[in-house]
């Protein structure tokens, strides 16, 4: 499997951001799909993660109510739309895949290159 995240931009504190995450390989649609973060001099960490049906769906409590993961088979994507950003926000945003749902990086096996999210305040 083989992951494109991109989307990352500028934005300001309040504002939203689409994040997709293009995969390849044909065993995506059993993979879950994860999505990661990692801002300067912190560790990566767990934001949201979707089970490979889109039935299940997970989130860090820091950013519960504000982003929303999603995946379409179809097209082999899954976005996180990010609302109500905050610059602590602020991070590379990292697309994951794994065998199960899972907040540690260590579970998943796959990752894309990351895409830089600014929130300014």
């Known amino acids: 499997v083989q992951l494109q995240a991109s989307g990352g931009g500028l934005v300001q504190a309040g504002g939203s951001l689409r994040l997709s995450c293009a995969a390849s390989g044909r065993t995506f649609s059993t993979y879950v799909l994860g999505w990661f973060r990692q801002a300067p001099g912190k560790e990566r960490e767990f934001v949201a993660a979707?089970?490979?049906?889109?039935?299940?769906?997970y989130y860090a409590d820091s950013v519960k109510g504000r982003f929303t993961i999603s995946r379409d088979g179809p097209k082999n994507t899954v976005q996180l739309q990010m609302s109500s950003l905050k610059p602590e926000d602020t991070a590379v945003y990292y697309c994951a895949a794994g065998w199960n749902i899972a907040t540690t990086v260590g579970e998943y096996n796959y990752w894309g290159q990351g895409t830089l999210v600014t929130v300014s305040s």
């Open positions: 979707v089970s490979w049906s889109g039935g299940t769906k």
